[in-house]
């Protein structure tokens, strides 16, 4: 078993990151994790911390592009790196098409599990614009949802990769 | 009746903006200055005397600011049921012996984690190791260890050991109905240790400033938590103030109080700042509240052509280290075996026992679930041995409209028979029924069905919901609710309502929620009744402000009141339309000259008016609910007989919800209970060995993913209408919804492969077992 | 959170890495990824004083070499072997191993020789222990063990959970590793020491480069299957993976290989199952046998709340599967990719 002292400190260190198009430098130590520096250093809660176990999907936000867990994630890892969380989805007061479809499909009810969804959802339809059911169900099996049985989900992507999905609800 | 704006309609949810931006604030997400972080100390043993506790070293570490036990409390108990037979029975952190792994021993509170942490591990404590029980038939035993002793009001009656309630109930003769049966048969059925599953773990933060408490908490009503926090802390209710907060996800595991909000405001009390506690997701898988494990032993009698005459059932619930809601969960089962059918003679028994798990909570359907289960799969049972179809025998027993039930209440315009007749046209159940076991292949289909029945807005605490609308200057309404948004989707269905009453746009409404300083008291969004009493509350509240400012348009023009219509927040004289007013000058007016009357509507609703209280948990005396609603549910299911493998493919909900506010709100409950129904039949257990839970985490809790998304259809049964000005009865959709699909689940695999499973979840061993034994009994 | 302080290294190549790890000593850890590690060290079932972060390193993208063998750098993410239209078209068995890994974020973050670096688990020892399981197992450097109380301090069975690892033994993949001193070549199998205290058999300091696949010979198929409980996201009950080659007389089963994972410590080669098919004619009463055999020498371990029947139940109809593929695609029958 490998050496822990209670007492050890590491050096902090100065992280450059860009969040939502925004340029950030948190000074952090190895051990915290991309969830806390968003949601604590940067202060966009907007994405959840529902498990710390990298299981759950509620904390995932695009890193590069790319769908990660940021509560597995070091901040040390991300210096230098494009961040985009839920917050950066909308133009000013233009929601993208697939926040409007979730709004449109009821695809959200407690909302908690909302922005990780969100942001698979956009990485899903940012590389594959017109995904099938299955590819659909790969893209999002990281993401648990207790309250809507992911159809109102399902029906959001449907409907913003422009498969003809009709709005449950009326704007 | 005139045109409704938004009943009805599926108007898009008020929070949903805030939910697709991140903008919506959860508990965890409230930062205020100073914050300490807290963290409990648990025990970590079943059973357990605490012989010694030294919090010195704890106290003394850098950057620790307090640390309380049971000894800096008060010694005020607290309890979900809160009645003279059930008083409250449990303190905020232990005293003197742990009875569940994972029970609150202490808790401290520092400036950030890792000292917090370290502080735990400092605290030294020393066990004297107890004997240990787990299975409640074991529990019952005159030699088990005793976790408490027998309810009084028992242990006279029953030679069982740690019974912390009993609930009977009965009427007619059972055995005189047996005999008269044609057919009478016993099972036992069992229903596995299952957990809520919310996303959003619990956090609480609190904070003591200017002699108040101000509190930020995961609930399910703010109601609630208030009186529970006031009451253990020993302050007056006024003192504390639960704040608003979005809550991610609820299903009955955020009712009542958690040691660690005690724990919090306690802490914050001594330190004087803010103090944050966020439970760990292990911690809320293996300490937290879970839902009931039920055993059910029914035997029924029935005629030969499938009429029920007697029924008679014992329920044992599995119900932790403290009473909890197991004496309320005994009391539901007769409740949900009681609704759907007629039953001449019925004899009921429910015992709840104690052992060495954490306490439990409801859980979506609260008994509902396992009981329909129960019920339905034997009835399907009974059926096929007659010779009757599943759809017909459930029609000959299914309650009709204005049926009195035995309790004394009536079921109104049931509309069960409905349901079940468009669940069997709509599934084409009977074309698909009966074919599933005659085909080839390893893959099977089967279809099954389900009835179930629930009720709405039963009385407890605070019993009633109180709404405030407050007309603003510019003609739009505030409306003040305690009903809080667990995800249902309260706010929004307010608004359609206010809307509605006062002929505004729905987008002009402003709710301001669930915050105990600001907003009325409300009876919580778990009793099934946001929509039946809340909503009732607020139609009264803003149609008391609509008529204040008729009144004021009436005085204004010299007119009868009755003379004048609204229309887009215009008040104006039907027999002469000229004569108009809008809202924002009824109000410039009342202030003007008016002495400025406020025009502040007040609305107050409860079920119940003509009772003082809920029926008796113990006996079942006592009418419970104006408001029941039924449902009937179709699962088809596909089943792998080599591999015991089995999922739900479709799911058909027809519910008899009197009419749906919003159809679109309705579709989203049916769909997520759907899924709660799919995990409970297939996925989801808490396992345990020896009090220890083994898979506290989300990968071995197996709640379903996105691949166990079934099709899910539903359609309404319309036994109610909304009139503007008329008090409205809709029927819960919330939890009712989980209980006979589960049932339909069961009984859809038994009509796939002739497996009759008495116990959930249906795992493949479970269906492999049962298809062997088919195989080898057909060689015979 | 992870509740104590450690430090933090970034190398920018492979050799800088290896460097920092003889320097550091075994206090420090690479990580790629950081999807196995990092759980474990919230669990402080890891705990080094140092990590030794790889993502500064650009993975090369999968290659032929000049012999023919297919050449995948170990820091390659899992969502590329999935993506990428040449490991799909040339390795698909590797891409459907990658594929049914954990979610698809843990495959956009995890890599391949991360994956294959995993430690083994099991239920008690995987989760936090301020209340549970408190006084450290044999794993965790203590003296008990859990789920298996009779056990010796030297037997530890938890189970090596890798989906991939079973694959890539089926294809005879061998893996290069580098360290300070310099490089050398193992098959995937030797990997493993079958033991669950110290799973792997590298050695301090050392690091996988790369995976390397033998070109598939003609007559060749595969098959594969992970069986979970829910359609993704879980690791398995149990990962059956089989290639077949037949003899040039496109009927007879020239070679066989059987690698089953998730049973036990190691992925396990059901060996006289494969020489139970070399020969024959792998119809359905040949395969049914290999099952058999293979089932009993595999001998699985119970694991997550899984009985031995169970998982041998679930074995026993998804390698039969898995075996049929195989020669299917052995045959032509179905494509390979």
């Known amino acids: ?171 | 009746m005139s045109e409704l704006n938004y009943i009805g309609k599926s108007p898009r949810r008020k929070d949903g903006p805030d939910k697709v931006t991140g903008r919506a604030v959860y508990s965890q997400d409230i930062k205020l200055p100073g914050t300490l972080i807290g963290r409990i100390l648990r025990s970590p043993h079943a059973h357990a005397r605490i012989v010694r506790l030294d919090l010195s070293k704890a106290l003394a570490l850098p950057g620790v600011k307090a640390v309380i036990t049971v000894d800096d409390t008060k010694g005020i108990k607290h309890g979900f049921v809160e009645t003279p037979r059930y008083p409250p029975d449990q303190e905020v952190l232990a005293r003197g012996r742990v009875v569940y792994v994972g029970e609150e021993i202490a808790a401290v509170a520092a400036i950030d984690h890792l000292i917090a942490q370290q502080a735990l591990e400092l605290i030294e404590i020393e066990y004297e190791i107890l004997p240990a029980v787990f299975d409640p038939i074991e529990a019952m035993k005159s030699d088990a260890p005793q976790i408490h002793p027998s309810h009084p009001k028992v242990k006279d009656e029953l030679p069982y050991s740690n019974i912390g309630g009993r609930t009977t109930a009965g009427w007619g003769d059972v055995e005189t109905g047996f005999a008269q049966s044609d057919y009478v048969r016993e099972d036992r059925f069992e229903s596995q240790l299952r957990t809520h599953g919310y996303l959003e773990p619990h956090a609480t933060i609190a904070h003591w400033e200017n002699d108040r408490l101000n509190v930020w908490t995961s609930s399910m009503g703010t109601s609630v938590k208030r009186a529970k926090l006031a009451k253990t802390l020993d302050l007056p209710f006024s003192a504390v103030r639960v704040h608003k907060v979005y809550v991610g996800g609820t299903f009955g595991g955020k009712i009542d109080l958690y040691s660690h909000e005690y724990c919090a405001a306690r802490l914050s009390m001594m330190t004087r700042r803010p103090v944050r506690i966020v439970a760990n997701r292990e911690a809320i898988f293996s300490a937290y509240r879970h839902g009931q494990p039920l055993a059910m032993e029914i035997k029924t009698g029935v005629k030969k052509d499938g009429t029920i005459v007697a029924q008679q059932i014992r329920v044992i619930n599995n119900s932790g280290g403290y009473r909890g809601s197991g004496v309320v969960v005994i009391f539901l089962a007769w409740g949900f075996t009681m609704i759907p059918y007629r039953i001449p003679n019925l004899k009921f028994e429910g015992l709840s026992v104690y052992t060495n798990y954490p306490v439990r909570a409801p859980q979506r359907g609260h008994g509902c679930p396992q009981i329909r289960f129960a019920i339905e799969s034997q009835l399907d049972k009974i059926a096929e041995d007659l010779g009757i179809d599943p759809v017909s025998i459930r029609l000959r027993n299914a309650r009709e409209p204005w049926e009195q039930l035995p309790n004394g209440d009536n079921v109104h315009e049931a509309g069960l028979i409905d349901c079940i007749k468009m669940a069997a046209e709509k599934s084409d159940f009977l074309k698909k029924y009966g074919k599933g076991r005659k085909t080839d292949g390893t893959i099977r289909r089967g279809i099954g069905m389900g009835v179930s029945g629930y009720f709405g807005g039963s009385l407890i605490y605070p019993n009633g919901s109180g709404v405030i609308v407050k007309m603003n200057d510019d003609g739009t309404p505030t409306v003040l609710t305690g009903g809080i948004d667990v995800g249902q989707g309260s706010e929004t269905i307010i608004s359609q309502i206010v809307a509605e009453e006062l002929g505004v746009g729905i987008d002009d409404v402003k709710i301001i929620s669930s915050d105990t300083d600001a907003t009325p008291q409300d009876i919580g969004a778990w009793i099934s009744g946001m929509t039946y009493v809340t909503g009732n509350a607020a139609r009264q509240a803003a149609g008391n402000a609509r008529q204040k400012m008729l009144d004021i348009a009436a005085l204004r023009f010299n007119i009868d009141v009755r003379n004048l219509a609204i229309k887009d927040k215009v008040v104006f004289n039907r027999n002469d339309p000229s004569q108009r007013i809008s809202y924002r000058d009824i109000i410039a007016y009342s202030i003007a000259t008016r002495r400025g009357d406020t025009i502040i509507g007040e609305g107050f609703w409860r079920t119940m008016r003509d009772e003082p209280t809920h029926p008796s948990l113990a006996t079942t005396k006592g009418r419970w609910s104006e408001n029941y609603a039924f449902s009937c549910q179709v699962a088809e299911v596909e089943v792998d007989i080599e591999t015991g493998e089995a999922r739900l493919v479709k799911a058909l909900t027809v519910h008899d919800c009197g009419f749906p506010i919003n159809p679109a709100l309705v579709k989203g409950q049916v769909d997520g209970q759907v899924s709660m129904a799919l995990g409970h039949a297939f996925l989801e257990e808490v396992t345990t060995k020896n009090g220890y839970t083994l898979n506290p985490t989300w990968l071995d809790y197996r709640m379903p993913t996105i691949h166990e998304m079934a099709e899910s259809d539903d359609a309404d049964v319309i036994t109610e209408q909304y009139n503007v000005g008329k008090p409205y009865r809709t029927k819960e959709v919330g939890e009712g919804l989980v209980s006979a699909i589960l049932a339909a689940i069961g009984n859809a695999i038994c009509d796939a492969t002739g497996v009759r499973l008495t116990s959930t979840p249906f795992t493949p061993e479970k269906i492999l077992k049962g298809v062997r034994k088919l195989a080898r009994e057909s060689k015979h | 959170m992870i509740l104590y302080d450690f430090e933090y290294e970034r190398p920018q190549t492979l050799a800088e890495a290896a460097g920092l790890l003889a320097e550091l000593g075994p206090g420090a850890r690479i990580m790629a990824g950081g999807t196995d590690l990092l759980p474990n060290m919230r669990v402080a079932i890891a705990q080094p004083t140092t990590i030794v972060g790889l993502s500064a390193i650009t993975p090369e993208a999968p290659r032929v070499d000049a012999d023919g063998a297919f050449r995948i750098d170990a820091l390659t993410r899992l969502a590329t072997l999935t993506d990428s239209e040449f490991v799909r078209q040339r390795l698909p068995m590797l891409a459907e191993a990658a594929r049914v890994v954990g979610s698809n974020q843990i495959r956009e973050m995890g890599t391949l020789g991360g994956n294959l670096c995993q430690d083994t688990r099991c239920l008690q020892l995987n989760q936090k222990h301020d209340f549970q399981f408190v006084a450290p197992c044999y794993k965790r450097g203590g003296a008990c063990c859990y789920p298996f109380p009779q056990n010796k301090p030297n037997i530890c069975w938890s189970v090596y959970m890798s989906d991939v690892a079973p694959a890539l033994i089926a294809l005879g993949a061998s893996l290069e590793c580098v360290d300070q001193s310099g490089a050398r070549r193992i098959s995937v199998e030797d990997l493993f020491t079958g033991g669950g205290l110290r799973p792997l058999n590298l050695k301090g300091g050392e690091i996988i480069q790369a995976i390397v696949v033998p070109p598939p010979p003609s007559y060749f198929g595969w098959g594969y299957h992970k069986s979970t409980r829910r359609g993704g996201l879980e690791f398995a009950i149990a990962v059956a993976a089989a290639t077949i080659r037949l003899a040039p007389d496109n009927v007879h089963c020239a070679e066989a290989r059987i690698a089953i994972g998730a049973v036990r410590e190691r992925p396990v080669r059901a060996l006289a199952a494969e020489r139970g098919l070399v020969g024959k004619v792998p119809d359905a009463a040949a395969i049914a046998a290999a099952v058999a055999t293979a089932v009993v020498e595999v001998s699985p371990l119970p694991h997550h709340d899984f009985t031995k029947s169970f998982i041998v139940d679930s074995l026993r109809v998804h390698l039969r599967r898995v075996l049929s593929r195989a020669v299917e695609r052995a045959r032509g029958e179905i494509p390979t990719a």
């Open chain 1, 1 to 171: 078993m490998a050496d822990r002292n209670h007492n050890s400190k590491s050096m902090s260190r100065v992280v450059a990151i860009e969040v939502n198009g925004e340029h950030h430098e948190v000074t952090v130590k190895p051990r915290h994790m991309l969830v806390e520096v968003l949601r604590e250093k940067i202060g966009l809660t907007g994405t959840k911390e529902g498990c710390e176990q990298g299981v759950c999907g509620a904390c995932t936000v695009l890193l590069d592009g790319r769908p990660i867990l940021a509560c597995i994630t070091l901040a040390v890892e991300c210096d230098g790196k494009k961040i985009r969380t839920v917050e950066g989805l909308a133009s000013g007061e233009t929601l993208s098409a697939i926040q409007e479809a979730f709004l449109d499909q009821g695809a959200m009810q407690c909302g908690f599990c909302t922005s990780g969804m969100l942001m698979s959802a956009t990485a899903l339809l940012e590389k594959n614009p017109k995904p099938s059911l299955a590819e659909i169900k790969k893209a999002l099996e990281g993401n648990l949802c207790r309250c809507t049985g992911y159809n109102g989900i399902v029906d959001a992507i449907r409907q913003a990769s422009g498969e003809g999905v009709d709005p449950i609800f009326m704007r």
